[in-house]
């Protein structure tokens, strides 16, 4: 009978019913793949990818462990490296290299850079940090992401960022946008998520924190570009108001939306609760509005709020 395909929905994405069986005979066909192995595959079988034509193996891996715990596929077991993680590095010093630290010398950095953070010691210094001193610790990231570290022009290092996707559905910025769920769905790309920012404990400097998000705004549609062959066109970020105020978002020019409702990106069943925060967003362009409804193209100019 038409119409009675079961289609399954997980990150954004709906599997029909050959799509799910292609991704069963799949892993039970390759079980000495390795898992990212396995899910890199079934992205480039079920044309699951980013819109930068990226495979989303990230997303992919956590669809396939969801399906093992419900006893529809076995995956290959899980090898030492994977199951390592950063969260689990401890808080000590001798991981860091601190020595430069002069805690009179700080009150002004001086002119400060964004680098991007690439692998290699670069990232294992910088998720050493984010592990080591922010509150919610170095995320599990799933699609596009970007991280900088802040330096003095010496470089120094002074913080961290990681801008990461956006969202599913904020009722408050949606409403602000004025986007649907069909033009949300096709555009959700183009909203990019401040998820972590921190400045490391022993700097002191004034307006430093202000002074980095305005760079970062400045730069952040062309780093995307380049890296994922397109611009985003609004940030967003997230206050925990028990934790801070949101004074350095509002001073670097951000607009306050209103509060989420307390769950996290893929709870859609509402069964994670978590503490209500803050919507601060940050326009990259002045016809934003129209990008996100596919009324007008993305360009890099400069951010207008």
Not at 29 to 44: D, F, N, V
Not at 64 to 91: D, F, M, Q, R, S
Not at 168 to 185: T, V
Not at 246 to 256: K, L, P, Q, S
Request: proline share 5%; aromatic share 8%.
């Amino acid at each position: 009978m038409a119409g009675t395909e079961k289609t399954r929905e997980f990150s954004g994405k709906v599997f029909s019913e050959v799509d799910m069986a292609l991704i069963k005979e799949t892993a039970s066909a390759y079980p000495k793949l390795s898992r990212s192995e396995l899910a890199g595959t079934i992205c480039e079988l079920v044309g699951w990818v980013q819109a930068n034509g990226k495979p989303k193996t990230a997303q992919c891996l956590q669809l396939l462990v969801k399906l093992e715990g419900e006893g529809e596929l076995a995956l290959p077991a899980l090898n030492k490296k994977t199951i390592e993680t950063p969260k689990g590095w401890k808080k000590c010093a001798e991981v860091l290299d601190l020595s430069w630290i002069d805690m009179t010398g700080l009150e002004d950095c001086g002119p400060i850079k964004l680098d991007i953070v690439r692998p290699g010691d670069g990232l294992r210094q910088w998720r050493t940090y984010i592990s080591a001193y922010h509150r919610l610790g170095d995320p599990q990231v799933n699609g596009s992401r970007m991280r900088y570290t802040i330096r003095t022009e010496c470089g120094r290092d002074l913080g961290c960022m990681l801008f990461s996707a956006s969202a599913w559905s904020l009722k408050p910025r949606d409403e602000w946008i004025g986007w649907g769920p069909a033009c949300r769905k096709a555009r959700l790309h183009l909203i990019v998520n401040q998820s972590r920012f921190l400045i490391l404990p022993w700097v002191r400097s004034p307006n430093l924190a202000s002074r980095a998000l305005g760079m970062a705004a400045r730069r952040i549609q062309r780093d995307w570009l380049e890296e994922f062959c397109y611009a985003p066109a609004l940030l967003e970020t997230f206050v925990d108001t028990s934790q801070h105020k949101g004074v350095i978002y509002r001073a670097a020019n951000w607009a306050y939306l209103g509060e989420t409702q307390g769950r996290g990106r893929d709870d859609r069943k509402r069964e994670n609760e978590l503490s209500r925060k803050a919507i601060y967003v940050y326009p990259l362009q002045r016809d934003f509005r129209a990008v996100l409804k596919g009324e007008a193209q993305c360009k890099t100019t400069e951010p207008h709020i």
